[in-house]
């Protein structure tokens, strides 16, 4: 069995194209081509030249990637990240600041912090509890946005929840452009519940509109619920 060597920059340097045990970059740190690794662990800063293939990848410092990156089981992001090409994981972990040229398509997807994705972003489970700008489509099976801010184009799975934690009540009137709330052009899903949206359409089954959301037109099939504090143009059955 071939022995896999470990790579570590704890000052300056560079790490060349090849196949690796576990990368360590705690400094300032290049990778100069494509790397397949079990580890990649950088708390420093790290300018990744081309793809990227392991089983785990942590960045607490500020990196940017040029290329795919693929991780078989854990991904976490707790620093600022810049990705050119597409981000796939299993468990994907932002509480920084990422940027996405791509695509992000990962089993959990769990967001605290900011993510701006240029494409589509896909998950099993999708928890996003922060700012995010996706200009794609958010697809996923469960999807929760807990008190989000920015725009998503939009918005597809079987459970969709958006809830509002921080609703600013100003002369006893609750006000959707306070800094927060969520922007979109379509939610599609089962069972949909929504708080400070603004949308353009939302399409399902069983539609709960929660307070402070202005959306254009619904269209249902199953049941529908409108808060009085939300304003809805126009809701139709559809059988």
């Known amino acids: 069995m071939e022995n896999k060597s470990d790579m570590k920059i704890s000052g300056s340097g560079s790490i060349s194209s090849g196949v690796y045990n576990d990368i360590k970059i705690s400094g300032s740190g290049g990778i100069l081509g494509d790397v397949d690794c079990n580890d990649i662990k950088i708390s420093g800063s790290a300018s990744c030249k081309g793809e990227i293939k392991a089983n785990n990848l942590k960045v607490s410092g500020s990196s940017s990637f040029y ?12 620093g600022s990240a810049k990705f050119q090409g597409n981000l796939k994981g299993n468990d994907v972990v932002i509480s920084g600041s990422s940027k996405i040229a791509g695509n992000v398509i990962g089993e959990s997807i769990c967001v605290s912090g900011s993510v701006s994705v240029e494409g589509n972003c896909e998950g099993t489970e999708v928890t996003i509890s922060g700012s995010a700008n996706i200009k794609g489509l958010l697809s996923g099976d469960k999807i929760y946005l807990n008190d989000p801010s920015g725009y998503i184009k939009e918005i597809g799975g079987s459970e969709i929840t958006i809830k509002d934690r921080n609703n600013v009540i100003l002369f006893g009137i609750i006000r959707f452009n306070s800094g927060k709330g969520l922007n979109c052009e379509l ?6 519940e929504l708080e400070n949206v603004k949308c353009d359409l939302v399409r399902g089954h069983n539609i709960k509109i929660g307070e402070n959301c202005r959306i254009k037109m619904v269209e249902y099939t199953g049941s529908i619920e409108i808060d009085k504090k939300s304003k809805v143009e126009e809701f139709v059955s559809i059988k």
């Open 67 to 78: 290329k795919d990156v693929e991780v078989k089981e854990f991904l976490k992001i707790s």
């Open 187 to 192: 939610i599609e899903g089962d069972t949909i």
